[in-house]
């Protein structure tokens, strides 16, 4: 069934939480022409629990407000709903329910009346019974106006009969109220059950779902949405009608490995991190610009690069959160060449160390260069002796570059300096001097212990 937004008015009911009767069926009526109007949404939600009067009173009308508590639901001319029956506290609640699964919209909600103020209202109180004249199995939980599209409509009023609702359906209440009042902001019921629009698993915790999802009518029967066609995206509609907070805090993502700038063989593993105040609808991987990986919601963010030439590549996340709002973070790396000898480097001052060409010192990570963890340096070895670090190496069977010795008996690593025995001249010494060496080998070098991860998970450079 469509509906015309500026001519009709649809009531729209959700089944009570305490009986498995049927649903209260929709209907339409003709509005009066000055219930729906082109004014810009107003940003209040006003829940009315009647608690600390004699209940609240509603005039059968042909319009439907909140300022005058006028509607064209009731059967009755004049109806009383009782206050909200399970009490303040319990109340409070159910408000910090609403209030949370509402904090990503610029919407103010409230249990102060606005008075005069635009404002939306669902009065949250009194049974069903007091406005219906129906046969017993056929009164809503809760129904609403639909008033019309993109919230543009002032003062609607729709209801959520609380007091017809066991104390234990905190999550009912709670959605029940939003469903209602999303109904007046033209929002229809969609079959995805983890949303609030959908008659499914009424007392479970749900959200606004950012995704489309099928419109039904009170019969569960497919319709085409009203504001929408055939499927709809509650998320998107509300954002789209009142925009996203402006205290809402922004998402961030972060490249964990590799780290920015780092030095990395063709073949290597990338992961990334997403956080924020609103949960991961996507996350891009991109390498040199080309998509590596896309991640939907709740996946690891993880892909694996492969046969990169030698040289500068570029590596960039991109984390869309519920909102639809991006943020991404970019590293370089440079992937470093194969080798056997220093004659197969393109560049004359870099060193062919375990099959990889490596930069000299005067390059932040090149071999000689300080160090703190492994990972600044382009071998992947942060070497720890005497009080020194430096960005090491495996000796070429006991054989090292110019300025450099091999330092350890057996397995033994390129280290600045002259040599004990040889001057500097290459070679190697049978003093192992002490200390510790981080890097992908395991086992002693010498007698440099190496301690890899321990020392990587203790100290870990973000550049």
Known sequence: MRFAASLVLAISALAPAVASAEVFQERVIQSDPDAVNAAPA????????????????????????????????????????????????????????????????????TTVDPGATPHTEVMAAGSAAAMFDREPGQFPGGIAPFLGCNGQVQNGLAFLFANDTAASQIQYLCTGIIHEAAHVWGVSHVYDDKDHMSYARLGQEKWWQNSMSQCHDNNFDPMNCPCSGSTQNTFRTLRNTFGLSPTL???????????????VGPDFAISGEFMGPLDRLDATIYIDGVLKTMVEKTGLIVATA????????????????????????????TVLESCETDAECSETDYSCL??????????DGGLGASCEVREDCASNV?????????????????????????????????????????????????????GCSTGGAGGMVGGLLMLGALLVSSRRRHV
């Open 42 to 109: 107003n940003r209040i939600l006003y829940v009315n629990s009647c608690i600390g009067s004699n209940g609240c009173t509603v005039t059968r009308s042909g319009s439907n407000s909140s300022q005058s508590n006028t509607s064209s639901i009731p059967d009755f001319q004049t109806v009383r709903l009782t206050p909200y029956m399970h009490g303040q506290a319990h109340f409070d609640m159910v408000m910090e329910c609403v209030r949370e699964k509402m904090a990503m919209y610029d919407v103010q909600v």
């Open 249 to 263: 805090e922004g998402s961030t993502v972060a490249l964990v490995t590799p780290l920015d700038g780092a030095y």
């Open 306 to 333: 492969s046969g990169l030439a030698p040289g500068e590549h570029t590596i960039r996340l991109v984390g869309t959160d519920y909102g639809d709002r991006q943020v991404e973070v970019t590293h370089t790396v």
């Open 354 to 363: 375990g099959g990889k060409c490596l930069p000299p010192a005067s390059v």
């Open 382 to 434: 942060c070497g720890v002796a005497d009080g020194d670090s430096y960005c090491t190496a495996a000796c070429n069977d006991g054989e090292c570059p110019d300025g450099f010795y091999c330092r350890g008996t057996t397995n033994g690593v390129c280290w600045p300096g002259e040599g004990p025995d040889d001057g500097g001249d290459g070679g190697s010494d049978g003093d192992d001097g002490g």
